[in-house]
Nanobody, 129 residues
Framework: QVQLVESGGNLVQAGGSLRLSCAASGGTFSSYFMGWFRQAPGKEREFVSAVTRLSGNLYYADSVKSRFTISRDNTKNTVYLQMNSLKPEDTAVYYC??????????????????????WGQGTQVTVSS
């Protein structure tokens, strides 16, 4: 069983930056690919970014590409999301998630919530205009 705890959410002005962290425990961190999703009020949870187990591949939603950077440190069991040039539409609860690829796993699955087995409780990011 993997436990995920996000931190770093805050209130920030548009154009500002935040760095989210997600600390994992209870499993072999490097066995899991990691993702960030977000959910704004009244909207469905959406994919933000993902990183493969050894950071060989990174994935981003078009809405955050060039502004957000995902990274992981397998020695610290932590995944990060550096968010720059924040916009009011980035306001949401951000969730960290972990998954393990199965025998029929394909790259497009990194962008789908159902590919992830473990989820954190979320951290609130609010961007004011």
């Amino acid at each position: 069983q993997v436990q995920l705890v996000e931190s770093g959410g805050n209130l920030v002005q548009a154009g500002g930056s935040l760095r989210l962290s997600c600390a994992a425990s209870g499993g072999t961190f490097s066995s899991y690919f990691m993702g960030w999703f977000r959910q704004a009020p009244g909207k469905e949870r959406e994919f933000v970014s993902a990183v493969t187990r050894l950071s060989g591949n990174l994935y981003y939603a078009d809405s955050v590409k060039s502004r957000f950077t995902i990274s992981r440190d397998n020695t610290k069991n932590t995944v990060y999301l550096q968010m720059n040039s924040l916009k009011p539409e980035d306001t949401a609860v951000y969730y960290c998630a972990a998954g393990a690829p199965g025998p029929r796993f394909i790259a497009s699955m990194y962008r789908t919530a159902r590919a992830y087995e473990y989820w954190g409780q979320g951290t609130q990011v609010t961007v004011s205009s």
